[in-house]
């Protein structure tokens, strides 16, 4: 395990993001005494379901619609949000 004080913490930034890269720990000294423990967070991709995800776009029920439609939705929206300025 590595050891950092407080004030290296503000100047090896660098070093200590590529130290939790690594999935090393680091502990934070501060006054002679470890006050926290620095870990790299461990993250996992959860499978897409896709039944889960056909079910939710059934639910939606998103209505195809041409380029000419959206382009006329958007200057719709930005006429009442801006004014008439907008071309």
Same mark, same amino acid.
């Given at each position: 395990?590595?050891?950092?004080?407080?004030?290296?913490?503000?100047?090896?930034?660098? *070093?200590? =993001?590529? #130290?939790?890269? &690594?999935?090393?720990?680091?502990? %934070?000294?501060?006054?002679?005494?470890?006050?926290?423990?620095? *870990?790299? =967070?461990? #993250?996992?991709? &959860?499978?897409?379901?896709?039944? %889960?995800?056909?079910?939710?776009?059934?639910?939606?029920?998103?209505?195809?619609?041409?380029?000419?439609?959206?382009?006329?939705?958007?200057?719709?929206?930005?006429?009442?949000?801006?004014?008439?300025?907008?071309?």
């Amino acid at each position: 395990m590595q050891y950092m004080t407080t004030t290296n913490l503000r100047t090896m930034t660098s *070093q200590l =993001v590529n #130290t939790l890269k &690594k999935n090393n720990r680091i502990s %934070l000294i501060h006054r002679s005494r470890i006050v926290a423990i620095i *870990q790299p =967070v461990q #993250t996992s991709a &959860k499978p897409l379901d896709v039944r %889960l995800f056909r079910h939710c776009l059934e639910e939606v029920n998103l209505v195809p619609s041409s380029h000419e439609q959206r382009k006329k939705i958007y200057l719709a929206h930005l006429n009442k949000k801006y004014g008439k300025n907008i071309p």
